[in-house]
């Protein structure tokens, strides 16, 4: 992709532009999970709001926000289907669930709207959970039964799948930093949880593809960028490596050539996991910057945060870092297989710095499109402001604004700018006159 005449920037047809959701954040009259147990304990989300009512999608309101979707011109959307909804006592089967998915997705297609669709977003059915979740080698096959069953009653509808959404993430957040359910702190265990994911990814993938041949199926993987905070310092480089080395690349690779190394395991092969992925699945926020620190043993003697004087997003959640965007698409570009950018967003509860985010963002993805990496659509988080695990609704990430109380919708002027640039199919001189000056007749540096 290059700079048309008048300098806009343009993307190639067939793009796909669209938004991400996840069911628990939506749905609202949530099923009996761990999330939804935990949640109720007063005090473990900010101001111990729960997801009852979340967006409402439940009680039939995700209609109009499809509506909001189409009018923006739209025509992907990542969502997920809630386990403990579809299976809510071990080996039973909601078929009421089903059928109220297949409405979902019926009101997708009838709107030219393509489905990605998550088969687990963070949250477990509670009989799951007491049997030990993913620390309990099981559910690797109980997840490949869930999964057979939902592509069986969804697959004709759905061709597009995407696995286990952050591994990582919900490895370090639930048993590492204990800030999620079930609230543990060992490293060992984070590990565990985190191959016991991977392997899942693996027997879904293998399931998926003997029922739709031809299904296009990968796994979210949020990927962070870690600098060394002092460039010339070799303990601050070394700190930088062992990051991204824990966080990104321990897996990354497994569905590449099917290693589980260190910490993971002892380079133990699994078959199942070469190649199991026909797309990469990029979720990006922010960067770290990494220092050594001889007094965080805990934390492998490095010390993350945001770098000083950086813009900002809300206080507390890092820095906007686009060139981050760029500097990982370059890397997963050499695995040889398209990519989607499955989420990035940012929270802004006043909608006045989403539209910069979401120009800056997308002309990094531009240049890696320039570069020839082969990035094919984009899942803005989110379409619609939800319930945002522990920050319940204090952090609002959605093109489409959301009153808690009355339920009411409010198309943001970055959801009208977003529409803009789908409809358009590039980002305009305009746009980035208002938005991003400083990238007027240059690329992302």
Known sequence: MTLTENGSLRFPEGFLWG?????????????????????QIPGKTRDSATAERACEWWAGRYVEDLDLAKAMGHNALRL?????????????????????????????RQRGIEPMVT???????????????????????LFERFTTHVVDALGDLVDFWCTINEPNVYGTYSYLLGAWPPERHDLLSTFRVIRHQLVAHAMAYRAIHRLQPRARVGLAQHLRVFDPYRPRCAFDRWGAWLQDLLFNELVLSPPVDGVLRPPLAM????????????????NYYSRDMVTFDARQPGMLFTRRFAKPGAEFSMDGWGEVYPQGMYRLLKRLGAYGKPIYVTETGIPDNDDSKRSRFLVTHLAAIHRALTDGVPVRGLYFWSLVDNFEWKESYTARFGLIGLDVETGKRTLHDSGQLYGEIIRGGELTVNMLERHAPELIGKAVA
């Open 119 to 141: 088969l687990f977003h963070f949250v477990s059915p509670s009989w799951l959970a007491q049997k030990g979740g993913w620390l309990n080698e099981s559910t690797v096959r």
């Open 19 to 39: 938004a991400a959701t996840a069911a628990h954040q939506v749905e609202g009259q949530p099923a009996d999970s761990d999330w939804w147990a935990w949640e």
């Open 80 to 108: 997920s289907v809630d386990w403990a909804r579809i299976e809510p006592r071990e080996g039973q089967w909601d078929q009421t669930a089903i059928a109220r998915y297949r409405e979902i997705l019926g009101a997708l």
């Open 267 to 282: 380079n133990v092969k699994v078959p199942e996991l070469v190649d199991s992925q026909d797309y990469v699945g990029l």
